[in-house]
């Protein structure tokens, strides 16, 4: 197989040691991009502050609270690009979607717009609001397979219009695995006065982040998939301009005074996984020999290496850039014909992957195709890669 410009040869070599992790050693895990997995130490780390608040519980929530937190963000901010007064904690990337949503003052002919990659509980989201609010939801049309950045580029500018209220935009999408082109979108958005929320799920930990630098009006991530932080570690960013007005969807104790104020309060909650993400990222830092960044790197040549090694094996085309240049950490590769014929349905390929070769991985039915999409961490080895292409075969020939 030759070799693309930018794509490795080979693909790169182990990196870390499944045993710093909890997964079941007797699954090949490739679907770290669901609900990522926790590292030892960062497990220990929010079973810590668990007992601390256990000990004494006003001590922790009411007393010593705001620090904490403001501590944990200020963390997040130097790791991410943003200020500690611009970014608060929610439990995942869709409380962030739904906070902005729901605070925004919609009128009869505004349109949320969005595309068909969108996450569905982002969709289900806007479908419920256009029901209330008077806006009207409207998905875009993206092509894939996607053989540049211009081609999404296209679609998206092309219907910016007068009356497009806000953008929603994924940074990598969920059902297919293509890192948008969110720079240049977001300058076609300005162009037209257009606000954009930015849907950075995979983001955070899967790629280099400034969100400050991309100034968009909104942003939200989640921590739990890339970041390896505890479920229910994810954030909110929201330019200082557009702060105002901006709600968590619990209302509690210190509404309309200031962003930074209500996002820090949303009634009585579990904090510690939010009071782990400084932990999470140390860990990665050690990871990666003293920087995430090679941690990331890992990933990312594991995904472009995968996307041509399994292309090969199923004779599927790939589904972005040969080069990798439209992905991150994972790839949502087309299924074989002879795999769907024989399975019938996604949920029965699953099964026979999970039950017959013990490989957790995704099959996803999007638009009337069938994907698999194969996510990768660094306990994640080119071997997991060729024992999926095997079990796919496999299953072709013996459903």
């Not at 570690?233 to 929201?238: E, I, K, M, P």
């Not at 009634?267 to 990666?288: M, N, Y």
Request: hydrophobic share 45%; with cysteine.
């Amino acid at each position: 197989m030759n070799a693309t410009c930018g794509h490795p040869v080979t693909p790169p070599a182990p990196m870390a040691n499944r045993g710093d992790w909890l997964l079941d050693p007797a699954v090949v895990y490739l679907n770290h991009g669901c609900f990522g997995a926790r590292l030892r130490r960062v497990f220990d780390t929010q079973t810590a502050w668990r007992e601390q608040f256990e000990r004494q519980p006003l001590q922790l929530l009411e007393r010593e609270r705001g620090d904490l937190l403001e501590n944990a963000k200020t963390t997040l901010g130097l790791r991410l690009g943003m200020g500690p007064s611009d970014v608060g904690f929610v439990t995942n990337a869709t409380d962030g979607v739904n906070a902005v949503l729901r605070s925004l003052r919609f009128e009869s002919g505004d349109v949320m717009l969005t595309t068909n990659h969108v996450y569905n509980a982002v969709r289900q989201t806007m479908r419920h609001l256009a029901t209330h609010v008077g806006a009207t939801w409207r998905e875009l049309d993206v092509p894939y397979p996607v053989s540049s950045p211009g081609q999404v580029i296209e679609a998206i500018a092309g219907a910016l219009d007068d009356r497009v209220k806000v953008l929603v935009i994924d940074h990598i999408t969920s059902p297919t695995a293509v890192r948008f082109p969110v720079e240049a979108i977001l300058e076609a958005a300005r162009a037209r006065g257009i606000d954009v929320l930015i849907d950075g799920a995979h983001a955070p930990g899967m790629i280099d982040l400034d969100v400050t630098a991309l100034d968009a009006a909104y942003y939200t991530g989640n921590l739990h998939k890339w970041v390896c932080a505890p479920p229910g570690s994810a954030f909110l960013w929201v330019r200082p301009d557009r702060q105002a007005g901006i709600h968590p969807t619990v209302i509690s104790h210190f509404y309309d005074e200031g962003f930074a104020a209500e996002f820090a309060w949303q009634g009585t909650r579990d904090i510690s996984g939010w009071l782990s993400v400084p932990a999470a990222f140390e860990t990665l830092d050690a990871l990666g020999g003293g920087t995430w960044s090679s941690v990331m790197e890992h990933n990312h040549q594991l995904a472009t290496w995968a996307q041509l090694e399994l292309s090969r094996r199923w004779d599927v085309p790939t589904p972005t850039p040969a080069d990798g240049s439209m992905l991150g950490s994972m790839v949502a590769m087309p299924v074989p014909p002879d795999a769907i014929a024989a399975a019938g349905t996604p949920e029965r390929l699953h099964l026979c992957l999970l039950e017959r070769s013990k490989i957790e991985v995704p099959v996803i039915e999007w638009n009337g195709r069938w994907l698999i999409r194969p996510s990768f961490q660094a306990y994640n080895t080119p071997a997991d890669v060729e024992k999926l292409a095997h079990a796919v075969i496999d299953a072709a020939e013996h459903l």
